[in-house]
């Protein structure tokens, strides 16, 4: 009986232990569920404040399909880039021929270079014109913008001896081209943007813009002198943005201007790669279409199921061999891609917003 007794109880305890067991985890997800409902309200609490409180920019969601063409800018301006080498690295840099209204560093991406930005020329041979690289400087260039880019010394920018050196090289370019009453801007995008958020601690700009990436915040020392800040950012990278959302409160703290703009996915349609990238026509550019859609790499819709990185379209275009692509272009359609897709790529849709900023902080 006792050892019965004692046997159903232990099976007893074993039950009761296993029960309660679950009831605690049960309590715990159910917590963490409740927490998670907690921080996503906050968060967008937060985010609707912070587009609230930007009233320079306009922070409503344009319609995302880019409405600007390879060659929207033809008519205004023309590439006349000039390449250089220095401290190691090439720079390529052009100012605008009628008073140019500021100077504007742009700082690529991790295995970016400057030669991205520009297309190919008599004077820049080896330029490579990546889409939104070019049409973003395009764009600067018709603004009236003196515009530099300057490449890294190895794939990603770094954050020590890196900056003074690319501070020496700016200061140089500037004086050289007798530009110094202008005021100095800079963007950035990813390690770029990193880049640009550590050199704007060094160097006097009248305002910065950080592409998808959220800056060193966490590790520098913020005065109150750091310049008005833009985050142009795609809200499809989640971590991301909940680091942005922090880094405006701390730049709020210290009454630093801070904006926010946002970029969305959009549908891919037959026009969108030969609307975009020069070299592409229509014909090219609707078989793609139709094909990334047989390959189910696109939606009814258009949209991209995945980023352009993920999927393997190259390996199937060249197993397809009804569309002949020139390999030239295969980091053209997939920037393209990635852009559609908005989790992280460089974009110059959202240019009208950055230069109202740019503007819009010029004394
Ligand atoms: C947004 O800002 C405006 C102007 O400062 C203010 O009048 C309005 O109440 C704010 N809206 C919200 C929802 O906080
Ligand atoms: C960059 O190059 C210039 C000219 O060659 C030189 O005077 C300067 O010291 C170099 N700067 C750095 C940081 O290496
Ligand atoms: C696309 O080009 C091919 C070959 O140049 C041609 O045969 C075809 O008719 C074109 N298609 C369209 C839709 O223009």
């Given at each position: 009986?006792?050892k ?29 569920v409740?927490?998670?409902v907690?921080?996503?309200?906050v ?6 404040k912070?587009?609230?409180?930007s009233?320079k ?8 399909n880019?409405?600007?063409?390879w060659?929207?800018?033809d008519s205004?301006?023309q590439f006349?880039?000039?390449k ?8 390529i840099?052009?100012v ?17 270079r400057?030669i991205?930005?520009?297309?190919q020329?008599?004077?820049c ?10 049409l973003?400087?395009?764009h ?8 530099i880019?300057?490449s890294?010394?190895?794939r ?26 202008l005021?100095?801007?800079?963007l ?18 009248s305002s910065?813009?950080?592409?998808i990436?959220?800056?060193m915040?966490h ?12 985050f142009v950012?795609m809200p ?18 210290k ?35 139709e094909?990334?859609k ?11 199921r995945r ?6 379209w190259?390996k ?6 009804t569309?002949?692509?020139?390999k ?10 990635n852009?559609?897709?908005a ?10 917003q ?10």
């Amino acid at each position: 009986m006792l050892k019965r007794g004692y046997k159903s109880n232990q099976r007893n305890a074993a039950h009761n232990c296993r029960v309660s067991v679950l009831v605690m985890f049960l309590t715990l997800m159910l917590m963490l569920v409740v927490l998670y409902v907690l921080l996503q309200t906050v968060g967008e609490e937060k985010y609707t404040k912070t587009m609230n409180d930007s009233e320079k920019l306009s922070l409503a969601h344009e319609l995302p399909n880019p409405k600007q063409k390879w060659n929207t800018f033809d008519s205004f301006v023309q590439f006349h880039p000039t390449k250089e080498f220095r401290n190691g690295t090439d720079l390529i840099w052009q100012v605008p021929e009628s008073s140019p209204k500021g100077v504007l560093f742009v700082a690529h991406g991790c295995s970016g270079r400057a030669i991205n930005f520009w297309d190919q020329s008599p004077e820049c041979p080896d330029c490579i014109g990546l889409p939104e690289e070019r049409l973003f400087v395009l764009h600067a260039l018709a603004q009236g913008f003196a515009v530099i880019t300057i490449s890294s010394a190895r794939r990603c920018w770094t954050y020590g001896k890196e900056v003074l050196l690319v501070e020496n090289i700016i200061e140089w370019w500037i004086s050289k081209r007798k530009l110094e009453n202008l005021p100095l801007m800079a963007l950035g995008a990813s390690s770029g943007g990193y880049f640009v958020s550590v050199l704007a601690t060094t160097m006097k700009f009248s305002s910065i813009a950080i592409m998808i990436a959220e800056g060193m915040f966490h590790k520098m020392d913020i005065k109150r002198d750091y310049p008005p800040t833009l985050f142009v950012h795609m809200p499809k990278d989640f971590g991301r943005q909940q680091k942005i959302d922090e880094y405006v409160d701390i730049l709020k703290d210290k009454e630093i201007d801070v904006g926010v703009v946002e970029c969305v996915e959009f549908p891919l349609s037959p026009n969108t790669l030969s609307d975009r990238i020069p070299g592409i026509d229509q014909n090219l550019s609707g078989k793609l279409f139709e094909f990334f859609k047989e390959k189910g790499f696109v939606d009814q819709n258009g949209y991209m199921r995945r980023d352009g990185r993920v999927i393997k379209w190259k390996k199937a275009l060249e197993e397809k061999k009804t569309v002949s692509l020139d390999k030239r272009l295969v980091p053209h359609i997939q920037e393209e891609l990635n852009l559609a897709f908005a989790y992280h790529e460089m974009t110059s849709v959202h240019s009208d917003q950055i230069f109202k900023w740019f503007e819009s902080h010029i004394n």
